[in-house]
């Protein structure tokens, strides 16, 4: 199963914030407190997850002042160390949707060469460049 989240921050291992921002505050009187989890947490727990989130500066955190939904925890092998199942995480920069009346404007066609050009973009996003090969391989 694969799941979209979102949030206020993110760390490089992937943990999220998306319940209060600290600046000079706490947990108790943070200086900007959010919806929180909604699920996320479980979510981030036992589903392929793909987080989704404007790419700002502000956004990526050595520590997120808050872990909403964990990703790896404190590095390699912390999921494991804190009882929970593995589980793959991708970053994604927001998702821009087409209005439905001008969707016409963008439908084509790409020649092979093209199409195998944006296949290696999408999977070297997703981590999955070496799988793409071998799926290539077995379909052939």
């Not at 949707?97 to 001008?102: E, G, K, L, Q, S």
């Not at 973009?121 to 052939?140: H, P, R, T, W």
Request: a neutral charge.
């Amino acid at each position: 199963m694969i799941a979209f989240i979102g949030g206020a921050q993110i760390d490089p291992y992937g943990n999220v914030n998306s319940t209060c921002i600290f600046v000079k505050g706490d947990y108790v009187k943070p200086t900007t407190r959010f919806t929180g989890s909604g699920g996320a947490n479980g979510i981030a727990t036992f589903c392929n997850t793909i987080i989704m989130m404007q790419h700002q500066k502000r956004r990526f955190m050595e520590h997120v002042d808050y872990i909403t939904s964990c990703g790896w925890m404190d590095g390699p092998g912390g999921r494991e160390r804190a009882g929970l199942p593995g589980t793959s995480f991708a970053m994604l920069e927001q998702v821009r949707t087409i209005d439905r009346a001008r969707l016409k404007e963008y439908i084509g066609r790409l020649n092979a060469v093209t199409m195998q050009y944006v296949d290696n973009a999408i999977a070297v996003s997703f981590g999955l460049d070496g799988i793409l090969e071998e799926y290539s391989a077995s379909n052939i």
